[in-house]
């Protein structure tokens, strides 16, 4: 069993090629035995500070501590950090039992000793008995486990994946993505997980950081960036968002309000909300799951924001109907609801009213 996990500290961080800039000024902490996943769009910068952590690609510029040590000059193979990549990279032409022994080897340490660390690797990831087959006879998701156990088998305190499951089909990943977890909490490591699968992320980790053009744009629980997304990059990166325009009403005090015309009068608790907001740097956000999507006459309540339209599409996926609504002020809104909450699918081109509490009406930045 290793001991609690590593503390990663990145302080003013950066790594450029030649005039290229791929992660801008970082910093960032992850505490002991957390599970934190970067994410964003490719060539956002997520490999690029996976590997200036692990040491193939120093930083430029900056430091980086594991328990408050700066480790940014130590040769990789110093930095006791496992690494598990997309393609396995196990080594083809030794057994399994010999590629999860290769790091203990490597460190010298007596065969008994090795022996039984390998042996209890291999049951740690389920797969006891196949240590005398060679990875081309092993299935996918066993060869990613394998990769997991030779990463981890000499007790890092640190483990890093680059898009561990990315090779694999959708059912698997989502098999592998619990023996991750389960693997996670048997080893107590902290990892640094990168994957551009923003379901994935949330599921997994205890804190996620969304990436783009070098940089984060915002990190924190899986649910602070779904329920407080920062601006509008975030908020559609992380699932499906409505985004509606804002304008600004000048008001009889002299001011500006902000304003989002909706049936029966403007957006509620659009006032309260403002802060420093302006027409020009803000955008209402409003998830798919949050609207109720109604008939006829529908019961509003006093806090509920009301859109009126028509359906332009209506499809089913997996226990959900998905509706593209176009509201009669111009705006084309996706609605999402359980399919049990309604017994037939709505028909193209009927007229509905789209209802939400004004609690799930986010302002946000639009950069
Ligand atoms: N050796 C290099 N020389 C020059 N530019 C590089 C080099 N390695 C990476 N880059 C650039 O740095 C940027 C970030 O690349 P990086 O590999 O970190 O992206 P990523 O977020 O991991 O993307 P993906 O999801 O596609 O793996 C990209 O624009 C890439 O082209
Ligand atoms: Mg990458």
């Known amino acids: 069993m290793a001991e609690r996990g590593a503390r990663l500290t990145l302080v003013d961080l950066e790594k450029t090629y030649g005039t ?34 692990a040491g193939f690609s120093p930083a430029s510029r900056g430091r980086i501590e594991i328990d408050g040590t700066d480790i940014s000059s130590m040769p990789p193979f110093m930095r006791n950090i496992g690494m598990v990549f997309q393609n396995y990279a196990l080594f083809p032409h030794m057994s399994v039992f010999e590629n999860v022994a290769f790091p203990l080897k490597l460190r010298k340490l007596p065969a008994a000793e090795v022996k039984q660390r390998t042996q209890a690797m ?86 996620l950081a969304i990436m783009n053009g070098g940089e984060i744009v915002q990190h924190g629980t899986p649910r ?19 985004l509606i325009d804002v304008t600004a009403k000048p008001q009889a005090s002299g001011g500006q309000s902000l304003h989002v015309p909706i049936k029966g009068g403007a957006l509620k608790a659009l006032d309260t909300m403002s802060g420093t907001a302006t027409a020009a740097n803000s955008v209402v956000c409003i998830r798919p799951e949050s609207i109720r999507i109604e008939t006829g006459t529908p019961a ?68």
């Open 20 to 53: 290229f800039t791929a992660l801008r000024r970082t910093n960032l902490q992850i505490e002991p035995g957390e599970f934190f996943s970067l994410i964003g769009p490719s060539g956002s910068g997520k490999t690029t500070l996976l590997g200036a952590v």
């Open 122 to 207: 291999l049951a740690t990831v389920r797969l006891p008995d196949v240590g005398h087959r060679m990875p081309s006879q092993l299935s996918g998701g066993q060869q990613q486990r394998i990769a997991l156990a030779r990463a981890a088998v000499y007790s890092p305190r640190m483990l890093l994946m680059d898009e561990p499951l990315g090779a694999l089909d959708k059912n698997l990943r989502e098999e592998m993505q619990f023996e991750i977890k389960a693997f996670h909490r048997k080893v107590d490591a902290t990892v640094l997980y990168v994957t551009h699968d923003q379901d994935e992320a949330a599921a997994m980790s205890d804190r």
């Open 224 to 242: 602070d960036l779904y329920e407080h997304p920062r601006n509008a990059f975030v908020a559609c990166f992380l699932g499906s968002a409505n």
């Open 300 to 367: 509003v309540s006093e806090d509920d924001n009301t859109l009126e339209g028509r359906i332009l599409d209506a499809v089913y996926t997996a226990g959900m109907f998905r509706y593209q609504v176009e509201t009669d002020q111009g705006a084309v809104m996706t609605v999402r609801l359980p399919s049990v909450r309604q017994s037939d699918m709505l028909p193209m081109s009927a007229r509905v009213s789209l209802i939400w509490p004004a609690a799930a009406t986010l302002l946000i930045n639009k950069e």
